[in-house]
Structure formats: C-alpha cells, structure tokens
C-alpha cells in the first residue's frame, strides 16, 4: 500500500478545505457528534493534547461525489484533491469552532446554516473570567492551560446556537446588525467593535475568532479594559497589593510615581491581551498527523474505510453498505446511493387505486417516513438493509428465505453491484409499503409502526416483479393479515421467527398462487385461506390483546396494554376515517390529513381524565398513572386540535350531554353513555367499546378475504 505519513497545520487544513483541495467522499456518513462530544474535542485541543490521525486519499475531482465538511452540500473538488476517510467528526468540529463559518465565500449565512448538520448550528467561546486564563490579576500563563486535562478546561467552553428565525438580535448571531444611539446600522471596525462590547460584558471570547484576529483582539481589549478599572479600584481600597499585580513588570513598583504606575496598568493590559491573543492565534500552526494513501489505492477507498470504521465507534451498517457501493454508484448514476434513496423517496407514487384522499392521487413517501441531516430515517434504513439482503441472498445465491439472511455478516457480505442494481426498486418497495400502511392501516407516520419486522412482507411483495401493488385483490388480502397479526399478538414474541414465516405463507398465497403451500397450511379452514389460526386469537392474545390487559386488569402485565395495542386501535379507528367529535359535523379524520396536519390530530381520552379526579388531583398526575383503568386503549380515540380545544372548555356534565351531536359509532364508542360515577360503570362502557371494535375487525377481515 502506498503511503505518506505527513503532518498539516490546522490553518493549512483549513484553507484547503475551503478551497475545496480536502473534501468528504460522499460515502461517508453525516456529521453525528452530540454537543458534547464536540465541548470534549475542543477542550483536548486546548490544552494541547493529541486527538488523533487523519486519513486522507490522494485523488481527482471526478473520483467520488464529494462533500463539503460540515455541510449536506455536494460540492466539486480540484482537480487534485485529498478525500477525508477518517476524521470527519474531528475536523468538522475543529473548522466550526475556530472557523467563522457564517462569513466563508461570500455565501449567505441563512443559506449556510440551511447546509449545515444541525449539531454544527452553534458557535463556540472560552468564558475567560477564571484564573485559568489569568483574569484575576491580568496575567496569562500559557502553562495554566497546556499542563490541564481537558475535564478541568471544558467547562469554560460554551456554545451559543444559531437559530434561523430567533435570537437574530442576539451579538453572538451571524444576522445581528449593531445599531448606534441614533438607531443606525453601524458597519465595519465600528459594528465588530459595538460587537466585542456586547462579548465583553459576557467575558466571552469567540474561538472563531482565531481565524479573525481583529475581532478576538477587540473583545479582549474590552474585556481587560473593564478588569483593570476593577484591579486600581481594588488597589485603592486596599483589597489588593499593587506589588502583586504589577510587580512582575517592576518591583519597584510601589515607589514608582503616578505616571510610570499608569504606564504599567497599560503594559499590564496590553500583555494580557497580547499573551492571550497568541496563545489562541496559534491554534492555527498546531501540526495535525496526516496518513496520506497514494492515489492509486483509490478503487479500495471504500474497503478501507469499512475496514478503519470495525474499531472504536463503529458505523452503522447502512453507514458501511452505502461505503462498499460508493465507486459503483457513482459510476452508474453520477451521485451517491443515499441521494439515489432520497431522491425516491421524494418522488411521487400513484396511489389512486389506493385511497381516493391524495390529490391526483399522487403521494410521497417523505410525507411518512422521515429525512434527517440529509439522511433515511433509521427506520427505514433497517428495513432497506433487511430487504435487500433477502432478496440478494435468495435472487443471486439461490439460498432459502431465513432470518440468517439479515445477519450482521450477511448484510456486510453484499455485492457492491448489487446493492446499486437493486435499491431503487427495493426502495420504491419499501415505499409503497409505508404508503400502505397510511392509507389502509391508518399509520400517521413511520414512527407509528409497532414492528418493523411486518413491513418487510409488505415490501417484499410490493417488489416490482411481483405484480402485486396494482392487484386489489391482493392488497385486501395484505389488509386483512395485517390487522390479524396485530390483534391477535403474532409478533408479541420472536418476531424475526414470525416474519420469516409469515413471508413464506405470503409468497405461497399471493405471488406463487400455491394454496398447496406446507406454509400456508396454519391459516388454511375449508380449503380457503382464511388466516384461521390469526382470526381465533384477535383479542384473545393472553397479557397482549385480551380483555383483562385492556382493561387492566391483568397482574401479569403490571395492568397496563403493550404500546403496540394501544397504537393499533387507535389506527384501526383512523382508517376506518371517523367523524371528527364535532356537534354535526361531516369531516372525516384519516391518517393522511393527519400527516399533513390538515387538521392535526391528537389522542382524546373518550371518558376524560377530570371526571374521576380526586380533589387536590390533577389530571396530569392521573395521566402518568398508566395503571388506571381511564388509560387503557379502550379509552382513546384520534380527534382533530379544533375538536380537542372545544372539549377541553367544556365542564365535565357538559362534555356527556353533548355527546349526543357527536357521530360516536364511527370511533366506535357506545352511543347514549352517561358520566360513569364508578370504575365498574367504566369498564362496562370500555367493555362494550371492545366488543363493538372486536366485531369490525373481524368483519372487516372477512370481507376482505372474500371479496
């Protein structure tokens, strides 16, 4: 392997990142580090301590798709440059910190900080009013500082965020626009200094001013021009020794006459600010190790850095899958394979033969799943890996279906090739299956899915070539195993044994039309498949879907309901689209409208909290006590904000009366209840709510899988 090893100053770094000469592959994963992490960063560098080599690649500009450090922007390199394979946290925390990032290029900051990784939207400062700094008596010594550890330094490190649309009055923010007495923008040396004032007062200093000498140096004038007012005030109370404020610059000092004791609070000042000054400045000359691989290791530049990421903190496997594909990506499609993902999942999906609610029928799967730092949800990222390695495995080494095909090792073993020829259909697979999952199973968003083991199925059989997306049929027959699995607890336990089998049947019934299948035989009754061994369990599932636990009743479960139930009924009454709980009103709720927030819907306690309240009890305390029989999944229902903020006025004997000018059969709530007075009359009216959601839910099984 060809290689140098080299050192860069952190300002050369710099400089050739902003000159794109150092850029990221655009393999590499985004910017994660918490605030944290970078406070401990910082603080290392300070006090001089080593924090680690880089790895850089010599390459060209059309080798990879690149990106710029700290942004989601992909950019075009030199013609030569370097790509940064390991380092980018590092390096992106140290150029954000000591770097005016806001002001590079003559961009817009508005358009940088739409660019930036959200934990990069803060700038950084030292508060120097501690010893450690030598601000007690105006005497900085360089050894206070390189002779800590980074715990004892990171405390005065402080970040201020910058936010888009506030705080934009704020010194600190790169829109703040100093005004004189008069109200007038002050420009120039006269804003940076009507800026260093407002520091000042803080004793804040910006580390970003390293790279801006003029601004560092007037906050620090500020900042020793008001200690040493306090240092003579001091002396002259006597609270203080001139001897040992000045006596380092004279130790004659307490003989000295007015004039040379003026002129050594100067020189006092000014060495403070200039000792200060350069021991920041200098920042800039620290060596930073480099291993540099030759540019003919450029085909394995992804290899390698699977290879480095297998220590320390490891990458995810999405984060390793999307290295191993980069050179193939980008030579098929000119960009990278998360742009390949994102830009599907932007892409509009016909959905007519679906639901009628979105417009032209066309829906988006960004509207459910969501898209973070430029990034597929983790969510999704799971079920992409899942997906692919089954069909990989299955498709092009002719294995069995099996969990042991979405293993670590086996999700690692990918071919890069497959990986590119496969994920836009995989992707647009897994799309149409959160599309599903919204429009029929009443699935707001991606966080709403119980388990995402069931979505792999879903995907699997809404892959192109199976021909089963524009079956309607076929998508009945989904339906009706989806709301049977969950009600009746299929994937309480061992859910990757579930699926597994689940997929299996699924492919026999409705791809290989082989009701024969050995797999299909537990749902078999008469010859039809009637998902026999599902439909006897709905609501019966012991410490899972049973009466006792919705109710809770059940000592087993601590008498609570698994979220997953909870969230289940509550999206089976979406989809079903109820009336919203407004007096005659004719607006229907759907997950859909819910994802737009057109009306957003919140979870409405059908008999309310402050009916069984006790005096001195709040309903926020009730709330917490998930035990109570007033927080089973019997009680909750989705209504819009419009309708919540009626109710929520209304006094309790109001709220019963009016129930009758509510269209309660389409939540499923039993009509002409009156306020409960007891925890039995509770339970009798929750009773009845399961009995009338137990009877559709079958009924709405049967009629899918008969028609």
């Not at 390096?91 to 940088?112: E, K, M, P």
């Not at 689209?577 to 957003?600: C, H, I, R, V, W």
């Not at 927080?631 to 909750?636: E, F, I, K, R, T």
Request: proline letters at 3%; charged letters at 30%.
């Amino acid at each position: 392997m060809g290689v140098d090893y080299k050192s860069y100053k952190l300002g050369d770094i710099f400089k050739n990142i902003e000159e794109n000469r150092i850029v990221l592959p655009d393999f590499q994963r985004g910017y994660v580090w918490s605030i944290e992490q970078q406070r401990n960063l910082i603080a290392t560098f300070l006090v001089d301590l080593p924090i680690g080599t880089l790895l850089h690649i010599e390459g060209k500009k059309d080798d990879f798709t690149a990106r710029a450090i700290c942004e989601q922007l992909t950019i075009q390199p030199k013609e030569e440059c370097e790509y940064l394979l390991d380092g980018q946290q590092r390096i992106s925390t140290l150029y954000n910190a000591f770097r005016d990032i806001y002001s590079q290029n003559g961009r817009n900051w508005g358009n940088i900080w739409d660019s930036l990784f959200k934990n990069l939207r803060n700038r950084w400062f030292i508060k120097v009013d501690d010893e450690l700094f030598g601000y007690d008596n105006l005497k900085f010594d360089v050894k206070n500082i390189i002779n800590k550890e980074p715990i004892e330094v990171k405390d005065f490190i402080v970040n201020k965020e910058i936010r888009k649309t506030r705080d934009m009055d704020k010194w600190y923010h790169p829109a703040y626009e100093p005004k004189d007495e008069k109200g007038n923008i002050l420009y120039g040396s006269r804003a940076e200094l009507e800026i260093a004032r407002q520091a000042a007062k803080e004793k804040l200093v910006p580390l970003y001013g390293v790279s801006k000498a003029s601004l560092l140096t007037s906050v620090l004038r500020e900042i020793a021009k008001e200690r040493l007012e306090e240092l003579k005030a001091e002396v002259k109370d006597d609270k203080k020794n001139i001897k040992e404020i000045l006596g380092h610059l004279d130790p004659d000092v307490e003989n000295k006459s007015e004039n040379e004791i003026d002129s050594l609070w100067k020189e006092l000042q000014a060495n403070w600010i200039k000792d200060l000054s350069s021991f920041l400045i200098n920042i800039l000359n620290k060596e930073i190790p480099i291993i540099l691989l030759h540019k003919n290791e450029i085909g394995r530049a992804s290899s390698i850095f699977e290879e480095i990421n297998k220590g320390g903190t490891p990458l995810s496997n999405f984060d390793l899958i999307v290295a191993k594909a980069a050179r193939a990506t980008q030579n098929k499609f000119n960009t990278s394979l998360v742009n390949l993902i994102l830009d599907i999942l932007n892409k509009d999906l016909n959905v007519s033969h679906i639901d009628s609610e979105p417009l032209g029928g066309k829906w988006r799967a960004s509207l459910f799943t969501s898209i973070q730092e430029n990034l597929p949800s983790k969510k999704f990222q799971s079920i992409y890996l899942n997906l692919l390695s089954i069909f990989f495995y299955e498709k092009a080494k002719g294995l069995p279906i099996s969990k042991d095909l979405i293993s670590r090792n086996k999700i690692l073993s990918l071919e890069p090739n497959f990986i590119v020829e496969y994920t836009e259909k995989i992707t647009l697979a897994i799309a149409r299956a959160y599309a599903f999952l919204q429009l029929k199973c009443g699935h707001i968003n991606e966080s709403q899915i119980s388990y995402d083991y069931m979505v792999l199925p879903i995907a699997y059989l809404f892959y192109e070539d199976h021909n089963v997306w524009n079956d309607i049929n076929k998508l009945k027959k989904i339906e009706a195993w989806f709301w049977a699995s969950l009600f009746s607890g299929a994937y309480k336990e061992r859910q990757d044994d579930q699926f597994i089998k689940d997929l299996k049947a699924l492919k026999a019934w409705l791809i290989e039309d082989n009701i024969k299948s050995e797999d299909l035989s537990h749902w078999i009754e008469g010859g039809k498949v009637l998902l026999k061994s599902l439909r006897d369990k709905i609501f019966e599932k012991e410490d899972y879907s049973d009466e006792n636990t919705l109710l809770h009743k059940n000592p087993n479960t601590d008498y609570t309901s698994p979220t997953s139930v909870k969230n289940s009924i509550l999206q089976y009454v979406l989809s079903r689209k109820p009336q919203d709980l407004l007096p005659n009103n004719l607006t229907s709720l759907s997950a859909y409208k819910g994802a737009l927030e057109n009306p957003e819907l919140q979870v409405h306690h059908i008999i309310p909290l402050n009916s069984v309240t006790k005096i001195g009890q709040s309903t926020k305390e009730l709330r917490k006590d998930k035990k109570h029989i007033l927080n089973s999944p019997l009680n909750l229902t989705y209504i819009s904000d419009k309708a919540n903020a009626m109710i929520r006025d209304k006094n309790i004997d109001d709220y019963f009366k009016d129930l009758s000018t509510f269209d309660l059969g389409t939540h499923f709530i039993p009509n002409n209840i009156e306020k409960p007075s007891t925890n039995s009359e509770i339970e009798k009216i929750l009773k009845r709510r399961l009995e009338l959601i137990k009877i559709s839910v079958i009924n709405h099984i049967n009629n899918l899988l008969n028609s």
